[in-house]
């Protein structure tokens, strides 16, 4: 990576790791909730689920995603545990978000609650385990996961501006950039990958650039691309 890349790289995430650009970003959700758990007033599972959830509908334009989130939130009675363990949940046809129905959100939910009658956590399943026992999909060693890395990247990032960093036993070197098809288009108009599938190769080598930059946490350059994102749009 040539060093005018790099320094720009550097400004981009230092600029947009900040919290006056996620007021429209879906971190939002368990963010509020993380602030309750400081408090006292939310537990850990509380910002688990509210990340993971939020995670799940972060796809498509921001405006919507806030939009569902709080509608999903609403329907929770901002009580994500509670309402998992109750085990009575909406589920319906109607669309929660986009393609996601109420019943997937209930399918979901229901995963949770058997996931959280054994174990305290989601912190110690693997990308794998959370796919398949949570969102109820099947095993894909090539899939990128993006919504799982979504959820690692703000529960163990610890800088204290952006990402809520309460995930203490999980090492932010090992983190995996979240790979979408906005995030492969930046990282290849950049040059920082060169491969064609949207895969967790492929999210591995964009992490990997990344890590020449910031080996300790290499997905800060997460928020290099939000700032590449901004600043070359259409």
């Avoid at 080996?215 to 800060?220: A, F, N, R």
Wanted: glycine share 8%; charged share 30%; hydrophobic share 35%.
């Amino acid at each position: 990576m040539d060093t005018a890349l790099k320094e720009t790289l550097i400004g981009w995430a230092e600029e947009y790791n900040d919290q006056k650009h996620i007021q429209e970003d879906p971190i939002v959700f368990p963010t509020q909730f993380a602030r309750k758990h400081e408090a006292g007033e939310a537990s850990l599972a509380d910002v688990e689920i509210a990340a993971l959830l939020s995670a799940h509908l972060a796809w498509g334009r921001r405006a919507m995603i806030v939009r569902d989130c709080g509608r999903m939130f609403e329907e929770m009675c901002w009580r994500p545990y509670d309402y998992v363990m109750n085990g009575e949940y909406r589920d319906e046809n109607a669309s929660l978000h986009r393609t996601i129905k109420w019943s997937e959100f209930a399918g979901i939910c229901g995963r949770l609650r058997k996931i959280y009658s054994d174990r305290g956590s989601l912190e110690g399943m693997s990308d794998n385990e959370i796919r398949v026992q949570v969102f109820g999909q099947k095993e894909d060693r090539k899939a990128p996961n993006k919504k799982i890395s979504m959820m690692r990247r703000w529960m163990v990032r610890d800088d204290g501006k952006v990402d809520l960093g309460l995930w203490k036993a999980s090492d932010k070197k090992k983190l995996i950039l979240p790979l979408d098809v906005h995030v492969y288009d930046q990282a290849t108009a950049l040059g920082l990958t060169g491969r064609k599938q949207k895969d967790i190769m492929t999210a591995q080598e964009i992490t990997d650039a990344f890590r020449e930059i910031w080996p300790e946490d290499p997905c800060k350059g997460d928020f290099a691309l939000f700032g590449y994102g901004v600043n070359n749009k259409k």
